[in-house]
């Protein structure tokens, strides 16, 4: 698989989060043969009031001490580690066109307690030029919960052949069977669309089945919204896979509503991908 120069990208800000995220990161790169890179973005003053300029060298002391606890036993030459002055989601977003995939936590250090999803988690799943995986909920052996199957929304859009492309992949790396969800509720109104995208989601699925002989895959076609039945589907996955926008979605819209609501409520990690 080709290594881009970040080859899997994790943004690392100390919480708990991008600590699971670093973990799922490691794994991924792994499988992949490619670079693990680290980043901590910062700015002066970010978690606080604004530093002085004589305090400058104190306050990336600090972030440069944040980002060496990331993974404090791995071999520097196996894991490259990038501390960068900035917003993060801005940071992330630029080092992405450079990384084969983005990794982040589903909320970070700044998160307000509540929220199911942080800013910085939303920016870059809408602007990354890479593929991007939330990180959140169940995706390891714990527990008595054994990771299942990779989900994949397609639901006939311009997309759906790169969703089915990054699920079919995870699938075949893990070893587990690819669920293919097909929401005809959100279909277009007009009379037999619900047929047409049916019809698409069958030519989709089975021409890349025929490519992937090695992958277990299973179509799930139902009358629910998407959000509803990839919710549903997801319960027992241990990642769920959707196209940025998705059918309906407007080209100035950085993410759709599905893929809002994965993000937010997924019971697993949550890869988005296209443009």
């Not at 942080?118 to 054994?146: D, N």
């Not at 589907?233 to 509503?257: C, F, H, K, T």
Request: proline content about 6%; charged content about 20%; some cysteine.
């Amino acid at each position: 698989m080709y290594d881009n120069d970040h080859g899997i990208l994790v943004g690392y800000d100390g919480s708990m989060t991008s600590r699971e995220a670093v973990k799922w990161a490691e794994r991924a790169a792994c499988d992949r043969g490619v670079t693990l890179t680290v980043c901590h973005a910062w700015e002066p003053g970010s978690a606080g009031p604004p530093v002085e300029p004589e305090h400058q060298d104190l306050a990336e002391a600090s972030a440069r001490w944040m980002l060496s606890t990331a993974m404090p036993h791995a071999d520097p030459e196996a894991v490259r580690q990038i501390l960068a002055e900035g917003p993060t989601a801005r940071v992330l977003c630029g080092l992405s066109a450079g990384a084969d995939m983005l990794v982040v936590g589903s909320r970070g250090l700044g998160g307000l307690t509540g929220l199911l999803l942080g800013s910085v988690s939303l920016q870059v799943a809408g602007f990354a030029v890479s593929p991007v995986v939330v990180v959140r909920g169940r995706w390891h052996p714990s527990g008595g919960y054994v990771p299942g199957h990779i989900v994949a929304g397609i639901d006939g859009s311009d997309g759906s052949d790169d969703v089915l492309t990054f699920a079919g992949t995870e699938a075949a790396m893990r070893r587990v069977p690819l669920t293919a969800v097909c929401a005809l509720a959100d279909a277009p109104g007009e009379l037999g669309a619900g047929e047409r995208l049916a019809e698409d989601f069958e030519r989709i699925v089975t021409r890349w089945e025929k490519d992937h002989p090695e992958v277990e895959v299973h179509r799930h076609v139902t009358g629910r919204s998407a959000r509803t039945a990839l919710l549903e589907s997801a319960r027992d996955a241990q990642l769920v896979v959707v196209g940025r926008r998705g059918r309906g979605g407007l080209p100035r819209m950085p993410l759709g509503n599905v893929a809002e609501t994965l993000l937010s409520h997924a019971p697993c990690p949550v890869a988005v991908v296209g443009t």
